[in-house]
């Protein structure tokens, strides 16, 4: 391995870490207790080694967004994948999504809360948060209705899932109904395609 490749290595490690140790700092503590002081101190580097990575806490919660992003979309075509039929494929991804968000708080944040620099539903936008967005529409593609466009239903039926999560974590709605109200945006959103 050249001088140059462990250089290289050895920059990407540091900012996994930097990237993993705000992550878990804001799942602690949220994310006004990441500073680039208190990971300077956390990860032992100096402040103008992390501004070597990130020029500050925006572009490292846009690391963490993109993260995390890629990591929705694992979770959502693992549960898709295990359902079998439209309509449970869809309720596996709506739980999958909730499940997601109730489990990352901080994660979630970064992703649809938070500015991280990042472009959303645009031509520049990062692949992550397009790959995330494709692997809703697989799967709502299917249950869209005739005539409607698959990417206008997937926004519809995401920022229901969205509301669902912001709300159910800000303790608006009533925990015990979660199943309820899951089930009734499924029912109501989600069209069986003829013969399904």
Do not use: C
Not at 53 to 59: D, L, T
């Amino acid at each position: 391995m050249s001088v140059q490749e462990r250089k290289e290595r050895e920059r990407a490690g540091r900012e996994r870490l930097i990237v993993a140790t705000a992550r878990e700092l804001a799942e602690q503590q949220g994310w006004d207790a990441v500073t680039t002081r208190r990971l300077a101190e956390r990860i032992e580097y100096s402040q103008p080694v992390l501004y070597s990575h990130f020029r500050g806490k925006r572009e490292i919660i846009g690391a963490v967004a993109l993260q995390g992003s890629t990591e929705l979309a694992a979770a959502l075509r693992a549960a898709t994948a295990a359902a079998d039929g439209p309509r449970a494929r869809v309720r596996a991804l709506a739980r999958a999504y909730l499940g997601f968000a109730a489990d990352n708080p901080a994660v979630y944040d970064a992703i649809f809360q938070l500015d991280g620099g990042l472009a959303y539903a645009r031509e520049d936008t990062p692949a992550p948060l397009k790959d995330a967005f494709a692997a809703l529409v697989e799967t709502l593609a299917e249950v869209a209705g005739e005539g409607v466009h698959p990417g206008l239903f997937t926004e519809t039926f995401w920022a229901a899932l969205h509301g669902l999560a912001t709300l159910s974590r800000a303790g608006r709605l009533p925990a015990p109904d979660a199943e309820q109200r899951l089930e009734l945006l499924v029912d109501r959103l989600a069209v069986l395609p003829a013969g399904g």
